[in-house]
């Protein structure tokens, strides 16, 4: 069965670091690329970041970039997301996803994980 | 970056109607857009792909269309389980944006 499972969320400070996790299984992980997407409270959907599945490439939504890595670890079958200088507004649930199709960025995202909580408050 | 609108915001209907959402990108982007459901609590599902393609498992009341800046998901028949939100999200350029959303709604 191919499955996303998120971990590493939590309550943070503002400016504070974290850092989220993704485990993959059931499909060959580095020929997929992956991305984080986010949803705060009661809001809609926001794309934040993508990896190719190489790791050559690497897109941030503005709204992250500088503050934000993502990584991957073929290996290990496992995407990372490294998030420093937390902000309030960073504050949702953060999902990872496979992009649909083998080394396509283009056919939307068709495994997504069950979503790891991001709290950053004082 | 280029924005995403969808209308309208939220929808009334009931079991067995046809449903339209649109969805506008404010510049081109050929047929690279999808389509998500997500239901409270849940993760977002991949219904549609390349604007017109349905991913597989999703049922065929389920269509797509458009080119361009202009799109549409289209319900042909609505079922219980479609009341959820749906989300369109261009995958041209980076970043991937989504639409705000579209709330279906029981009448």
């Known amino acids: 069965e191919v499955q996303l499972l998120e971990s590493g969320g939590g309550l943070v400070q503002p400016g504070g670091s974290l850092r989220l996790s993704c485990a993959a299984s059931g499909f060959t992980f580095s020929s997929y690329a992956m991305s984080w997407v986010r949803q705060a409270p009661g809001k809609g959907l926001e794309w934040v970041s993508v990896?190719?599945?190489?790791?050559?490439?690497?897109y941030y939504a503005d709204s992250v970039k500088g503050r934000f890595t993502i990584s991957r670890d073929n290996s290990k079958k496992t995407l990372y997301l490294q998030m420093n200088s937390l902000r309030v507004e960073d504050t949702a649930v953060y999902y990872c996803a496979k992009h649909y199709g083998s080394g396509k960025y283009n056919h939307g995202m068709d495994v997504w994980g069950q979503g790891t909580t991001v709290t950053v408050s004082s | 970056d280029i924005q995403m609108t969808q209308s309208p915001s939220s929808v009334s209907a009931s079991v067995g109607d046809r449903v339209t959402i649109t969805c506008r990108a404010s510049q081109g982007i050929s047929s690279w857009l999808a389509w998500y459901q997500q239901k409270p609590g849940k993760a977002p599902k991949l219904l549609m792909y390349a604007a017109s393609s349905l991913q597989s498992g999703v049922p065929s009341r389920f269509s797509g269309s458009g080119s361009g800046t202009d799109f549409t998901l289209t319900i042909s028949s609505l079922q219980p389980e479609d009341f959820a939100t749906y989300y369109c999200q261009h995958t041209n350029t980076f970043p991937h944006t989504f639409g705000q959303g579209t709330k279906l709604e029981i009448k």
């Open positions: 990896i190719s599945g190489s790791a050559g490439g690497t």
